[in-house]
């Protein structure tokens, strides 16, 4: 019997995140789609990033392991949904890999750029969740700091390219 985990309307189990960066979009997306820039920004201080793989393709598979100050890996495996190039990435990690399912089905990620002016792109990411526990204990995780501080960071290495 197929039944949903929580009737909440998805705006209830979203996190959105809105950003003007100080730097074009498909400078923005290459820091989003190209390994060694992913690893100069996806993580906030102290964490960093010691590996990041993309196939960059609806259906190929991404695999980011974030590395802790004492240096404890958390690899967050996943699977691209949507790519149009410099426009909006989804992914999820409800897949691992090739349609095989996670233990723990947890968000669905979008990243949308958009033109704000010359050399300038508004970023939002959004991400959505089964339930609205998740959606709490991904707040609660520091979403809104931990991501903001990455968009501090994207915008970083995007403008510097």
Same mark, same amino acid.
């Given at each position: 019997m197929c039944t949903s985990q929580e009737n909440a309307p998805i705006a209830q189990r979203a996190l959105v995140l809105t @950003? $003007? /960066?100080r730097a074009p979009r498909e400078k923005v997306f290459r820091a989003w789609t190209e390994p060694e820039l992913m690893k100069r920004w996806f993580c906030p201080p102290p964490w960093s990033v010691s590996r990041a793989e993309v196939d960059l393709r609806p259906g190929g598979t991404s695999l980011i392991v974030m590395r802790g100050p004492d240096g404890t890996e958390m690899p967050c495996p996943g699977v691209y949904l949507e790519v149009v190039k410099n426009e909006k990435l989804v992914f999820t990690d409800a =897949? $691992? @890999?090739a349609w095989e399912p996670s233990n @723990?089905? =947890?968000? $669905?990620?979008?990243? /949308?750029l958009e033109d704000a002016g010359p050399g300038k792109t508004t970023y939002t990411a959004k991400v959505q969740h089964w339930t609205v526990a998740s959606r709490d204990e991904h707040e609660k995780m520091g979403f809104y700091e931990g991501w903001g501080k990455c968009a501090e960071q994207l915008e970083e290495v995007a403008g510097g390219l």
């Open positions: @950003r $003007v /960066l =897949f $691992v @890999r @723990r089905a =947890f968000m $669905v990620g979008t990243i /949308l």
